[in-house]
């Protein structure tokens, strides 16, 4: 069966950091692009972070120099490192990942708020 589990989430400050976590069963993982997607309360998924198979990274604007993705083939995991957290990075974060179909993890919670 291939799963996808996120884990790392939780309340952090304005201006904190926290580290996403996405492990991957089932499949080798490393042949995927993989990535990054949140959703806010009443606001529609957005797209925050992708990686290629080769490392080739890219991110929404509104997270660029804050947020760095990465992936680590040997232990089929995907990172979300996330500084200089705002109030408006609370959401929802899904991992995914591009086989013939999409496989998304179930999403940790992820809150900035003093």
């Known amino acids: 069966q291939v799963q996808l589990v996120e884990s790392g989430g939780g309340l952090v400050q304005p201006g904190g950091s926290l580290r996403l976590s996405c492990a991957a069963s089932?499949?080798?993982?490393?042949?995927?692009?993989m990535g990054w997607y949140r959703q806010a309360p009443g606001n529609q998924r957005e797209l925050v972070a992708t990686?290629?198979?080769?490392?080739?990274?890219n991110y929404a604007d509104s997270v660029k120099g804050r947020f760095t993705i990465s992936r680590d083939n040997a232990k089929n995991t995907v990172f979300l490192q996330m500084s200089s957290l705002k109030p408006e990075d609370t959401a929802v974060y899904y991992c995914?990942?591009?086989?013939?179909?999409?496989?998304w993890g179930q999403g940790t919670q992820v809150t900035v708020s003093s």
């Open positions: 995914y990942a591009v086989l013939s179909f999409t496989v």
């Open positions: 089932g499949t080798i993982f490393s042949s995927y692009p």
């Open positions: 990686i290629t198979t080769g490392g080739r990274t």
